[in-house]
């Protein structure tokens, strides 16, 4: 019935970067492959989440659709054989593994830097386009919410979310250690300040860099940046002077084939070191870059956070979390089951008040409308007294698991299969 969610996840866990970039999404493609998905399989609700660690869609059914799914994301990439991927994902058919790796992944204890901020906004966005696309149901739309409250209780309750340690404040973790020997103040060029950018940006704020100029192809998001930060902005059509100028080149392009190639890094007439931090997915450096004499790239998988103290407080906060965790799926369970009976006393009702409007039709022409209104109250009160009995021992059913033979049961005493779900109340 209810009990039908399902997952399918292509992670860094299993996929290597050049895989996870080929499958990766934008918002678009998200948007598009939503429809995609509501158009090709029978599911209540679906959700698809696309970052720059992982890809993957989470769906309602009966139904185990995981590899029409992979297929279906292989036509929104434009990839034919995108089967031969199939090993690289995750697929998760039973509903308590699915709803708990959801609620994992959106508490950043799947991220590769444990406790990732980003992660959250992700999910909130992905469920966001879930809903415009009206991919969300009433299963999603409980799931979610309660998601979003467990992440309030990990902030109010845990360390799990204090410090800096995420993936943006690695890179500047990269950069102190790349740059120490090198070059005492360097210049760093930000390119891209969408979430990540901007996250770069507020960390080197932070540690008190003062050589760091911003580029971004609309002006005005750049600009924003910069009067909050106190940096510099740079015409993006400059761009090729900025990088001849930087020591350490921060990109978070968002595009399907990489913006700084071979070429154009030969063009700079690299003369020392520079460095390359490629926080995009797919990668917007070219990985022949590196033959460039002097210039030196590291990608997302590349960067490792020094076990710095923040993220020590998280893992040692992790415990907690997945206590939390436990607590709010047990809270969602019992909600899920509780909707697993509804139709079922929704039937009951309506079978209820058929028999009372049927009983009140034969005698209501030989009453006045002031007794009319009084047998229609007592009758009332006496049905809600009826049903209140097996409503709830219905509940009570569920939380144990046994709701099914009640369920039968009263389809058997009341023929409830004849009656609609929907309530005349």
Known sequence: MLQNFKAISLSYKKAPLDIRELIALDENSCRQFIQTLKSFIQASDILVLSTCNRTEVYYNSDVDYSTEIVKLLGITKGIDNITQYLDYFTILNEHNG????????SMGLESQVVGDMQITNQVKQSYQWAADNETAGPFLHRLMHTIFFTNKRVVQETAFRDGAASTSYAAIELIEELTA??????????????EI???????????????????????AKAQVLVDECGMTVLPFEDIVQGLKEADVIISSVARETPFFTKEMIQRLNVLTFKFFIDLSVPRSVEAEAEAVPGVLVYNIDTIQNKASAALQQRINSVPQVRAIIEESIEQFNDWSKEMMVSPTINKLKNALESIRQEEMARYMK????????????????????????????????????????????????????????????
């Open 181 to 194: 020997d090198v070059v005492a103040e360097p210049k760093i060029l930000v390119v891209g300040v969408g």
């Open 366 to 425: 030989k009453l006045g409308p002031k007794e009319a209104k009084l047998v229609d109250n007592i009758t009332k009160s006496m049905m809600q007294k009826v049903i209140k009995l097996p409503v709830l021992q219905l509940k009570a059913a569920c939380k144990r698991g046994e709701a099914e033979t009640l369920i039968d049961l009263l389809n058997d005493l009341f023929d409830l299969e004849k009656q609609p779900a929907d309530s005349h109340q």
């Open 98 to 105: 699915a709803v708990q790796h959801l609620f994992e992944v």
């Open 197 to 219: 950018g901007a996250d770069v940006c507020r960390h080197l704020k932070d540690k008190g860099y003062q050589h760091v100029t911003i580029t971004n192809r609309t002006m």
